[in-house]
């Protein structure tokens, strides 16, 4: 089973990579998603574990699928390992 400090690690990374490719600061995704800037400086640096609906609200604002934060496919890798 994935740990959630892997889960973290991912949401993490895809995060910042989806709102680096948009060019998005911290400070703007975050106003879109209706969210501190702190709470997402803290997701992107796996302190903190966003909600699903935080998540959801994260990929409509960057135009993108959930799958693409939360990749159940590259999560089960995990698990074979």
Known sequence: MITRKE???IIAENIR???ARKKYSQEYLAEQVNISPQHLYRIENEKVCPTILVIANIALALGISLDTILPLEELKKFEEK
């Open 17 to 19: 990579v989806e709102r």
């Open 7 to 9: 889960t973290l690690k």
